[in-house]
C-alpha cells in the first residue's frame, strides 16, 4: 500500500493502531514530490527537513499516549500566499522571491498546533490573481490528469499536489474561485467557507472583503475535518466571526433527505461545455433520487456579479499591492535616481502582467470622478446579489450548479485573453460577494478530465452543505469518482 | 531672531479666515490597530509589530481604548457621536507610511457638528468643530546628508515607532477671524484635551500639530477667498506667527494688483515667513475607499450616554466655578486653568487659605523657581502641603515676603519643612520693638538728609529708611512695625 494513495482519515487510521506512522508519510510525501514535481511544479518551496520534524513530534506525542486530532501527521500542502515564520513566503511574486515572514499565519498556526505536517508552500497566480496558474511569477503548474493543461488557478498549486498525491491536503485560497475552480479542474474537493468563517491574519491580501482560506482534500470528509481545524474567531483579525459554530463535522453522515436545493438558471449558462452539464446535470438528478427536492430558480443579478467583482477585486487590489514599493523588503530596483524612481522600477519588475493590469484598473475603479460610476456602482451590484440570495434562501437549503464552465484548459490558452480567463470564474464570483459559503465536489469526467459540481449555502451554512457533498460523493462511489491518476506524465 | 508680523497692510478692507485641523495623538498605552507600546522617544523601530510594520498578511484590529478616547473628545466639544461610523483607506505613496494607505476617517467620521467657545481678550468666540476622526499617525524619515530634507539626500532611514499611534483629527469650522483667535483657540483645545486626560498634548514632541487653513475676502463679503494651507505647524507660537504673516502676505499681494493661488505653504521659523512647498503638478487623489479589513464602529446609546455621563470637568466650567470661588480675575483663572497640574496643585495649596495669596505664589514665585531649578510642575519638588505652610508663616507673621521667598527656594534643594527651614536660616521675622529700635536709631542717624525731607513733608522717603532697616535685619524685620518705629523715632 502507498501511503500517498490513502486520504487523511484513511492515514489517521493507520497511525492510529500502528500500521503508519506520521514520519512515513511524510517521507512518502516528499519522495512523491521529488518524482513528480519536477514536472508538475506544484511546490515553490518544499520544507522536508521542517516537515519530518513536524512528523516526528507527532509520533512521539502519539507513544507518549497524548491525544491527537483526527489531522495530526497528516502530510499537507500550503499555498504561498499564507505567511510561515522562517519560511519563504512569495505569493507567485518576484517581488516577494526572497521575503522571509517574521510570523505565522493564524491558520498556519493553528494546522502546526494540530499536528498537521507542512511539506512546503505551493504555487500560485501571483498575489491570487488568476484562474490558471499560469500567472505565477515562477512558472506555471501542470494539471496532474494532463500535464499539457493548467490545474485551474489561483490555488492551482495545492489543487495540484493532492490530485497528484504529493499531500492528502491542500489550502488554497478563495477570492473569486480560487478553491473551487482549480477543485474542479483537479478531481478533488474544494470548499470556499463563509467570509469571516476562517482568519485572514497572515494571508497576504489580494482583495480583503472577498478572500478566505479553505480547504483541499480527495474527499469531503477529509475536507471538512481540515475545515474544522481552520475555523474559529481569531481576535486578530475584525473581521472573524465571533460566534460561529465549531462542529461542522458530526452531521456529516446525515444525508440529503428533504433538504430543499435550488438549481440556479444563471449558472448554466451557453457556452458551458456539454460535457460539463451533462455530469452537473447527472449530479443534480443523483442528489434528487437521494431525496433532496430539486427546483429551479433564477438570480437575475449574477449576470452583473463577474463585472462587480472585476471592479471590486482590483480595487482592493490596488490598494493592499501598494505596500510593495522595495522600501522594506522583498525586491529592490537597483541604481534609482530617487525614492519614487526606485518604488517605479521595483514594481515594475516585480509585478506580473496581470497583477499590473488590476492594479491600473482599480487605481482607476476608485480615482476621483470615476469611484460613484465604477467602485460605487460595483458595491451596488454586490449588494443586489446578496440579498438575491438572501431571498433564495428562504426557499431553499442549498443552491447547486457547475463550478466552472470548463474542464481543464490546455496551457497557453488563454493566457493572452484576459476577458476569456475572467469568464472561468462567472459561477463561483457571486458566492464571494455574498460572502457565502460553497463546495466543489467531483461530479465525474468529461473527455478524460474532471468536472466540479457546486453546491452553495447561506453564511454559517457550512454543516448542511458538507452533508450534501458528503451524500452525494458516497452514492457516486469510488469506482467512478476521479481518483488522482496513477501516473503522473507528459 | 528677525522681525516677522510685518506691519498690517489693508487689514482695514479685508478680513482674514482661518480654520484649523488639529492632529493630536491620543494617550493610549498601545497603537490604533495593534499592541505596540506608544512610548515616546524608545530606540528606534523597537515598538514595532508586523502589523504597525504593515508586514504582508498583517491585519488591523481597532483599538477601543482609542475609540473611546475619540468620542471623549467629540462629546467635549458638543459633538453628535455617529451610530455607526467607518475607517477608509487614504491611499498613496510615502516611504515612511508602512502600508502606502493610511487607516483614516473619511465621510463617516465618529463625530460630527460641534463647538468650542473661546475666550479672546475677555470675549467669547464660539467655534464650530466640523468633526473629530480618527487616524493612525506615520512613521518618521531621517534623511541623512544635504539639506536633511528629502531631496538631495544621501539616504533615509526610517523609524516606525510612530507608525500607528492613534491620531484624532479635529478640525474647526472656518469660524476664525485674526491670529490671536487662532492662537486662543489651539489654546482652549488644548486645555480641553489635558482635561479630558486622553492626550498629553505635547507640541514640542509633535504630540499635538496643527494644519492652518488661511484665506483672506473683503470685508462684509460671503464668499471665500482663495485659502493657503499652511501645514504642520508644532508650537502656539509659530501658530500665530504664521497666520499672522501669511494674513498679511495675502493683503500684500492683493494689495500690489497680484493674483493668489491655492497652495500649501510651510513656515519655516527660523526666517520668519511661509514659503511654497515643493510639490508635483497634479493634484493627490487619495481614492478613499471603506477599510474592508475593519467593521464598522458602533456607537450604542448606553455607551455614548456613560462616557457624557463621566466626562470631567472642562476647562471653562472648571473656569466658571473657579472665578465663583475664589474671586480671582479672569486671566488669573485662565492662568490656572490650562493646566491641570498647576490647578490641581492651586486647589491643593488654597483649601483653607486665600486664594489671592496662593494664585499670587503658584503664578509668581512657584513658576520661577521651577524654572531656575529646572523643574516642571511634574516634578515639583515642593508639595502644596510645604508652600501652604509657607504662606501660613507668612500670614502669621512670622516670616516677611521677603524671606518666605527664601524658604520657598531653599524648599527646591531640601525636603525640610518651612518651619525647619526658616528656623535653620535664623529667617524668623523680627517682631521684637527693643531689637528693632537700635536698627532704626543707628539708620536714622546715619541718614540725617532723609529724616530732614520726612520731617518735612515728603512722606515718600519713608520707603528708603524701611528698606535700610530690612536690608540690616536681612529682611527679617517686619515692616509694620519697623515703620512705626521710623516715624516714631524721626518724628520724635
Redesign the interface.
Same mark, same amino acid.
Given at each position: 500500500m502507498d501511503l500517498t494513495d490513502l486520504t487523511a482519515h484513511e492515514l489517521a487510521e493507520r497511525f492510529a493502531d500502528g500500521r503508519a506512522t506520521a514520519v512515513q508519510a511524510t517521507e512518502a510525501a516528499l519522495e512523491r514530490i521529488a518524482a513528480t514535481d519536477e514536472l508538475l511544479h506544484a511546490f515553490l518551496t518544499v520544507t522536508g527537513d521542517q516537515a519530518l520534524k513536524s512528523a516526528r513530534e507527532v509520533d512521539q506525542a502519539r507513544e507518549r499516549g497524548e491525544p491527537l486530532g483526527p489531522l495530526a501527521g497528516v502530510p499537507l500542502a500550503l499555498k504561498d500566499v499564507? %505567511?510561515t515564520k522562517g519560511v519563504r513566503?512569495t505569493?507567485g511574486s518576484r517581488i516577494?522571491d526572497e521575503?522571509v515572514? @517574521? +510570523?505565522d499565519?493564524t491558520v498556519v498556526r493553528r494546522l502546526r498546533d494540530r499536528g498537521v505536517v507542512i511539506l512546503g508552500k505551493t504555487n500560485m497566480d501571483e498575489f491570487a490573481m488568476g484562474s490558471s496558474t499560469e500567472n505565477s511569477g515562477f512558472g506555471p503548474t501542470r494539471n496532474p490528469w494532463d500535464t499539457t493543461r493548467v490545474p485551474g488557478g489561483s490555488s492551482g498549486g495545492s489543487a495540484a499536489a493532492v490530485a497528484a498525491g504529493q499531500a492528502p491536503l491542500g489550502i488554497g485560497t478563495d477570492t473569486g474561485g480560487s478553491i473551487r475552480q482549480p477543485a474542479a479542474l483537479c478531481g478533488i474537493v474544494g470548499v470556499k467557507p463563509t467570509y469571516g468563517l476562517v482568519s485572514? +491574519?497572515?494571508?497576504? !491580501?489580494f *482583495? &480583503? &472583503?472577498l478572500d478566505q482560506v479553505g480547504p483541499f482534500a480527495r474527499d469531503v470528509r477529509d475536507a471538512a475535518d481540515l475545515l474544522e481545524a481552520i475555523a474559529g474567531h481569531d @481576535? =486578530? /483579525? &475584525?473581521?472573524s466571526i465571533p460566534d460561529a459554530p465549531a462542529d461542522l463535522t458530526s452531521r456529516l453522515s446525515d444525508g440529503v433527505d428533504g433538504l430543499r436545493v435550488g438549481v440556479v438558471r444563471e449558472l448554466f449558462l451557453e457556452g458551458t461545455e456539454p460535457g460539463v452539464l451533462a455530469r452537473v446535470r447527472e449530479g443534480l438528478d443523483r442528489l434528487e433520487r437521494l431525496g433532496a427536492r430539486l427546483e429551479e430558480c433564477s438570480l437575475p443579478s449574477f449576470e452583473y456579479a463577474l463585472s462587480a467583482y472585476y471592479l471590486i477585486a482590483p *480595487?482592493?487590489c $490596488? &490598494?493592499n499591492l !501598494?505596500?510593495y /514599493?522595495g %522600501?522594506?523588503?522583498g525586491l529592490r530596483a537597483k541604481d534609482s535616481a /530617487? %525614492?519614487?524612481d526606485m =518604488?517605479q522600477r521595483t514594481r515594475q519588475a516585480g509585478f506580473g502582467a496581470e497583477v499590473k493590469r488590476r492594479v491600473m484598473l482599480g487605481?482607476y475603479a476608485? $480615482? *476621483?470622478g470615476y +469611484?460613484d460610476a465604477y +467602485?460605487g456602482q460595483a458595491q451596488k451590484v454586490r449588494t443586489l446579489v446578496r440579498r438575491e440570495l438572501d431571498a433564495a434562501y428562504e426557499r431553499f437549503d442549498l443552491l447547486a450548479g457547475p463550478t466552472a464552465p470548463t474542464v481543464a484548459f490546455p496551457i497557453g490558452e488563454k493566457a493572452d485573453d484576459p476577458l476569456a480567463m475572467y469568464l472561468n470564474d462567472v459561477f463561483t464570483i457571486p458566492v464571494n460577494l455574498a460572502g457565502n459559503a460553497a463546495v466543489s465536489v467531483p461530479a465525474g469526467l468529461s473527455d478524460g478530465l474532471p468536472v466540479g459540481l457546486q453546491l452553495i449555502a447561506p453564511a454559517l451554512g457550512e454543516a448542511t452543505m458538507l452533508r450534501a457533498a458528503w451524500a452525494f460523493e458516497q452514492d457516486l462511489g469510488l469506482s467512478t469518482r476521479p481518483t488522482r491518476p496513477q501516473e503522473v506524465r507528459p | 531672531m528677525t522681525a516677522v508680523v510685518a506691519p498690517e497692510v489693508g487689514a482695514r478692507q479685508y478680513e482674514t479666515v482661518i480654520g484649523i485641523e488639529t492632529h493630536c495623538e491620543l494617550g493610549t498605552a498601545t497603537k490604533m490597530f495593534c499592541a505596540c507600546p506608544t512610548v515616546f522617544g524608545a530606540e528606534p523601530n523597537t515598538q514595532v509589530c508586523p502589523v504597525c510594520l504593515g508586514e504582508p498578511g498583517s491585519l488591523p484590529v481597532a483599538n477601543g481604548r482609542a475609540v473611546e478616547f475619540a468620542a471623549r473628545i467629540g462629546l467635549a466639544l458638543h459633538c453628535r457621536i455617529a451610530e455607526r461610523s467607518q475607517f477608509h483607506r487614504k491611499n498613496y505613496f510615502y516611504p515612511d507610511m508602512p502600508k502606502n494607505y493610511q487607516i483614516s476617517q473619511y465621510d463617516e467620521p465618529l463625530c460630527v457638528g460641534g463647538w468650542l467657545d473661546v475666550d479672546v481678550e475677555g470675549e467669547v468666540r464660539r467655534v464650530g468643530i466640523t468633526r473629530v476622526h480618527l487616524e493612525e499617525d506615520t512613521g518618521k524619515s531621517l534623511h541623512v546628508g544635504a539639506t536633511g530634507r528629502i531631496h538631495g539626500a544621501d539616504y533615509s532611514l526610517v523609524d516606525y515607532n510612530r507608525a500607528g499611534i492613534p491620531l484624532v483629527e479635529i478640525v474647526s469650522e472656518p469660524d476664525l477671524r485674526s491670529a490671536e483667535e487662532a492662537r486662543a483657540y489651539a489654546e482652549e483645545l488644548r486645555a480641553v484635551l489635558l482635561a479630558l486626560g486622553v492626550s498629553d498634548a505635547k507640541l514640542e514632541e509633535g504630540s499635538m500639530r496643527f494644519d492652518v487653513n488661511v484665506s483672506i475676502r473683503p470685508v462684509g463679503h460671503a464668499e471665500f477667498g482663495t485659502k493657503v494651507e499652511l501645514k504642520n505647524l508644532n508650537s502656539l507660537r509659530s501658530l500665530y506667527r504664521a497666520v499672522a504673516y501669511e494674513a498679511d502676505r495675502q493683503r500684500r499681494v492683493l494689495a500690489d494688483g497680484g493674483r493668489l493661488v491655492q497652495e500649501t505653504r510651510h513656515w519655516d521659523e527660523g526666517a520668519g515667513r511661509t514659503e511654497p512647498m515643493r510639490s508635483k503638478e497634479f493634484a493627490t487623489d487619495y481614492r478613499y475607499f471603506p477599510e474592508p479589513d475593519l467593521i464598522p464602529i458602533e456607537a450604542t446609546a448606553p455607551w455614548v450616554d456613560g462616557l457624557r455621563a463621566d466626562l470631567p470637568e472642562l476647562p471653562a466650567e472648571r473656569r466658571a466655578r473657579l472665578a465663583e470661588a475664589t474671586g480671582l480675575p479672569a486671566k488669573e483663572v485662565g492662568w490656572l486653568v490650562r493646566d491641570p497640574e498647576v490647578l490641581a496643585y492651586f486647589q491643593a495649596v488654597a483649601t483653607g487659605r486665600d486664594p489671592k495669596v496662593v494664585a499670587s505664589w503658584v503664578m509668581g514665585e512657584l513658576q520661577r523657581d521651577l524654572r531656575e531649578f529646572d523643574h516642571t510642575m511634574a516634578s515639583n519638588p515642593v508639595e502644596p502641603e510645604r508652600l501652604g505652610g509657607l504662606l501660613d508663616l507668612l500670614s502669621a507673621g512670622t516670616v516677611s515676603a521677603t524671606a518666605a521667598k527664601d524658604v520657598l527656594a531653599e524648599m527646591f534643594t531640601s525636603e525640610a519643612s518651612p518651619a525647619t527651614i526658616v528656623e535653620r536660616k535664623g529667617l524668623a521675622q523680627i517682631s521684637d520693638t527693643g531689637e528693632l529700635e537700635a536698627v532704626v536709631e543707628r539708620v536714622v542717624a546715619a541718614n540725617p538728609d532723609l529724616a530732614e525731607k520726612f520731617r518735612g513733608g515728603k512722606r515718600g522717603v519713608l520707603g528708603a529708611l524701611v528698606g535700610q532697616v530690612m536690608r540690616e535685619t536681612r529682611g527679617r524685620a517686619n515692616p509694620k512695625l519697623v515703620s512705626d518705629l521710623l516715624e516714631r523715632a524721626i518724628g520724635g
Open positions: 499564507l %505567511v513566503t505569493a516577494l521575503f515572514p @517574521p +510570523y499565519a485572514r +491574519y497572515g494571508l497576504i !491580501a *482583495a &480583503s &472583503s @481576535p =486578530m /483579525d &475584525s473581521t *480595487a482592493e $490596488s &490598494s !501598494a505596500r /514599493d %522600501v522594506r523588503w /530617487d %525614492v519614487v =518604488m487605481t476608485l $480615482s *476621483a +469611484y +467602485y | -
